[in-house]
């Protein structure tokens, strides 16, 4: 694991402003990058789509008006310590809060890396005591942190609690173990989750590039999904990283190929720390339209956006509906940018 400047800087050369990073201030997140994650990097260039999302740069630490540690708004929805319940139907559920990696645009780094550990007993029982009195809850998102950074035995546990009152309930595994260090993903693991069946899981994985998709990335999904669980992807926007339409062309073909449904692509968080790394929403809407005339149903992302102060996710797409016309019809703009009339249907007597 390379988790010190020194280390960093014995295997490659710092860019000035890599080099300016304070790593002693207080409330910037540590550098962290697994061994695996690390030598996909291509150290010679130092625009590596992979190492701008992993080695730490001087301008996460300039100060940024509008952005704050919590621009979701979660610590507003968290019922108890670790369960963040926004939305109606589904609840997330921080189990720990230590990951294989640490990004550079993490949007939850007012809890990631903060040593406070795997989620206790007594967290666990109140989080699935909660869940059991909101049978509104269909979904739980096993979030972090990484819910992989667990120990299998530690996960079981969790599973046990939530399904014990409720085996009804799906359950999200959302992690970047699969990008970060796949050799994480044992046939034990898996078995292990498979063996509390009563209900799906589903994989929420998170490649940003295509470069990511190793053989040994595709191997680790491929546990799951060949043991019925579903794998879905979250990428973020990242300027630098995947803001151009080839790369996200390939990815997301890359995705559907090694059985990945992508699912969304997040535009970046007003996070403290992330603005060198967010894509205008007008260029992000651009790459957006032009994804939608090159991709497949099945290969296209939803580009979302998670609103501040707690307003939650909505799409973000062009504008297809143009008008209701005075004449009772729909106008629409084709994907060509074309006209298109839909006759709106006749009402019943
Ligand atoms: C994104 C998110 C979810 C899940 O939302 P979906 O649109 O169903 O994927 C649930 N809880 C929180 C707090 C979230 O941020």
Same mark, same amino acid.
């Given at each position: 694991?390379?988790?010190?400047?020194?280390?960093?800087?014995?295997?490659?050369?710092?860019?000035?402003?890599?080099?300016?990073?304070?790593?002693?201030?207080?409330?910037?997140?540590?550098?962290?990058?697994?061994?695996?994650?690390?030598?996909?990097?291509?150290?010679?260039?130092?625009?590596?789509?992979?190492?701008?999302?992993?080695?730490?740069?001087?301008?996460?630490?300039?100060?940024?008006?509008?952005?704050?540690?919590?621009?979701?708004?979660?610590?507003?929805?968290?019922?108890?310590?670790?369960?963040?319940?926004?939305?109606?139907?589904?609840?997330?559920?921080?189990?720990?809060?230590?990951?294989?990696?640490?990004?550079?645009?993490?949007?939850?780094?007012?809890?990631?890396?903060?040593?406070?550990?795997?989620?206790?007993?007594?967290?666990?029982?109140?989080?699935?005591?909660?869940?059991?009195?909101?049978?509104?809850?269909?979904?739980?998102?096993?979030?972090?942190?990484?819910? %992989?950074?667990?120990?299998?035995?530690? &996960?079981?546990?969790? #599973? !046990?609690?939530?399904?014990? $009152?409720?085996?009804? =309930?799906?359950?999200?595994?959302?992690?970047?173990?699969?990008?970060?260090?796949?050799?994480?993903?044992?046939?034990?693991?898996?078995?292990?989750?498979?063996?509390?069946?009563?209900?799906?899981?589903?994989?929420?994985?998170?490649?940003?590039?295509?470069?990511?998709?190793?053989?040994?990335?595709?191997?680790?999904?491929?546990?799951?999904?060949?043991?019925?669980?579903?794998?879905?992807?979250?990428?973020?926007?990242?300027?630098?990283?995947?803001?151009?339409?080839?790369?996200?062309?390939?990815?997301?073909?890359?995705?559907?190929?090694?059985?990945?449904?992508?699912?969304?692509?997040?535009?970046?968080? %007003?996070?403290?720390?992330?603005?060198? &790394?967010?894509?205008? #929403? !007008?260029?992000?809407?651009? $790459?957006?339209?032009? =994804?939608?005339?090159?991709?497949?149903?099945?290969?296209?992302?939803?580009?979302?956006?998670?609103?501040?102060?707690?307003?939650?996710?909505?799409?973000?797409?062009?504008?297809?509906?143009?008008?209701?016309?005075?004449?009772?019809?729909?106008?629409?703009?084709?994907?060509?940018?074309?006209?298109?009339?839909?006759?709106?249907?006749?009402?019943?007597?």
């Amino acid at each position: 694991m390379i988790d010190t400047k020194e280390k960093l800087k014995s295997i490659l050369s710092l860019s000035p402003e890599e080099e300016a990073f304070d790593y002693t201030a207080p409330d910037s997140l540590s550098l962290k990058i697994p061994e695996y994650f690390f030598n996909l990097i291509d150290a010679s260039d130092p625009d590596d789509p992979l190492r701008i999302q992993c080695i730490p740069n001087a301008r996460e630490q300039e100060a940024e008006a509008g952005s704050g540690l919590d621009p979701l708004a979660e610590v507003e929805h968290t019922q108890g310590e670790r369960l963040i319940h926004r939305y109606h139907s589904r609840a997330a559920f921080l189990t720990t809060d230590v990951c294989a990696i640490h990004c550079r645009h993490c949007f939850r780094r007012r809890f990631t890396a903060t040593d406070q550990g795997p989620a206790s007993d007594e967290e666990i029982e109140q989080a699935a005591r909660y869940v059991a009195e909101h049978p509104e809850i269909t979904e739980l998102l096993f979030t972090g942190g990484d819910v %992989l950074s667990l120990s299998d035995s530690r &996960l079981e546990a969790m #599973i !046990k609690a939530f399904r014990s $009152l409720r085996p009804n =309930l799906v359950i999200r595994i959302c992690t970047r173990m699969p990008a970060a260090n796949p050799r994480r993903i044992t046939d034990e693991l898996v078995s292990m989750i498979k063996r509390h069946n009563s209900a799906p899981f589903y994989l929420m994985t998170q490649f940003n590039h295509g470069r990511e998709l190793t053989a040994e990335a595709i191997e680790a999904v491929a546990r799951f999904v060949d043991n019925g669980i579903p794998a879905m992807n979250q990428s973020v926007l990242l300027r630098g990283v995947n803001d151009d339409v080839e790369t996200l062309v390939q990815l997301c073909n890359a995705l559907v190929f090694n059985r990945i449904k992508p699912y969304y692509l997040f535009q970046g968080d %007003l996070v403290a720390g992330t603005a060198h &790394l967010r894509v205008s #929403i !007008k260029r992000g809407l651009e $790459l957006e339209a032009e =994804l939608r005339r090159r991709l497949s149903g099945l290969a296209m992302p939803t580009y979302a956006i998670d609103l501040p102060e707690g307003g939650g996710k909505v799409p973000l797409t062009g504008q297809y509906l143009v008008r209701e016309t005075a004449e009772g019809a729909w106008e629409f703009k084709t994907c060509e940018g074309e006209r298109r009339l839909y006759p709106e249907a006749p009402t019943l007597r």
